[in-house]
């Protein structure tokens, strides 16, 4: 159980960054780490399947900050964070969570999934505009209706 839960430092929310598009702390490029949270969110564990759609729906918000550790972890260097080339790159990091927002969104079997993904879908309709993902919205949004 986390002691400061709105504080992003704490464990759970260091976590939830490493699958931010960028500035997430971390070497591994998005698609691996889209890969890792489709996983988690398909968890049995419910826990780990909250946190995961948590994280997912951090992913969109992004972050204009880190904190920043030390270069050399137990005599080695930290490698460099993996970061999106161009706005093209970064649109397609977004093109791949609306992905995992609608295999969310047609899994029949879970209603929070569905809500979840419409949630998400929704909090986010201007910044998935403004990356061209209209299209992808529309579909999330009438998906099996």
Known sequence: M?????????ATGT???????????????FRTRISLLKNYI?????????LAIK???ELFRGSNTRLVGK?????RIVPEQWEPKDLEEYRECFDEAIELLMEM?????NDGYIRSALNIGLKNIPLLLRFGLGKKLRMLFTANW
């Open 15 to 29: 976590w939830k960054s490493l699958f931010h598009i960028s500035l997430s702390g971390t070497a591994l490029p």
């Open 2 to 10: 986390e002691t400061e839960p709105d504080i992003s430092n704490n």
């Open 42 to 50: 398909s968890s049995e564990d419910t826990e780990t399947s909250n």
């Open 55 to 57: 994280a997912l729906s």
């Open 71 to 75: 270069p050399v972890v137990a005599s």
């Open 105 to 109: 969104r047609l899994n029949q079997s």
